[in-house]
């Protein structure tokens, strides 16, 4: 433990840039969308603004968003989708709406005052091609300097990970749903 402790010690000591990050949550297992509200409310925790942009959830509303809606003046929470891309079955209608919540994401992205942007599902809107990867990108690098983006959903392009600072890909074991199990109040929604 010694050892270890000197290892880390020497590793935290080393870490001294201070900048705003990209996080991604991806992969096929349950908890993305859940880790970045779990990074929304710790930034409020630290008196931060934040603010929320869905790109693909919006048909009911979440408990993330009926807690975060308490809070307007410190959580800008925008629900920009119309559900489960295959509910909707309009591709012409999905990418209008993904087009529109990235303009809302867009402001949010040039707002320094805002210190933690959600981009929930946002991976699914690039993975479908509803939006251009080199734009969100570019978007994403002209952001204030110490704003951190979370961005969550199944199937982040390579293009996007390769632009982030920290990446992780959730992978199910085993899920409720599985097993007969609806979706319950607290868990899925």
Not at 45 to 60: D, N, R
Request: with cysteine.
């Amino acid at each position: 433990m010694v050892r270890k402790k000197a290892v880390i010690d020497a590793k935290i000591a080393a870490a001294q840039d201070e900048r705003g990050v990209i996080v991604i949550t991806t992969g096929n297992g349950k908890g993305k969308s859940s880790s970045g509200f779990g990074m929304v409310i710790r930034a409020l925790g630290h008196g931060m603004q934040a603010g929320v942009v869905q790109f693909i959830k919006g048909a009911f509303p979440s408990g993330e968003e009926m807690f975060l809606r308490r809070f307007p003046e410190q959580c800008a929470f925008h629900v920009m989708g119309e559900g489960y891309t295959w509910e909707t079955q309009d591709r012409a209608r999905d990418v209008a709406k993904a087009e529109a919540a990235w303009q809302v994401a867009r402001q949010l992205l040039r707002d320094p005052s805002i210190g933690l942007v959600l981009l929930d599902e946002l991976n699914i809107a690039l993975k479908l091609h509803y939006l251009d990867v080199d734009t969100v990108i570019a978007d994403l690098r002209a952001r204030p300097p110490m704003q951190h983006v979370v961005i969550t959903g199944r199937g982040a392009p390579q293009a996007l990970i390769d632009a982030a600072d920290t990446v992780t890909e959730m992978t199910p074991v085993k899920h409720a749903f599985q097993q007969g199990i609806k979706a319950q109040r607290g868990i899925e929604m």
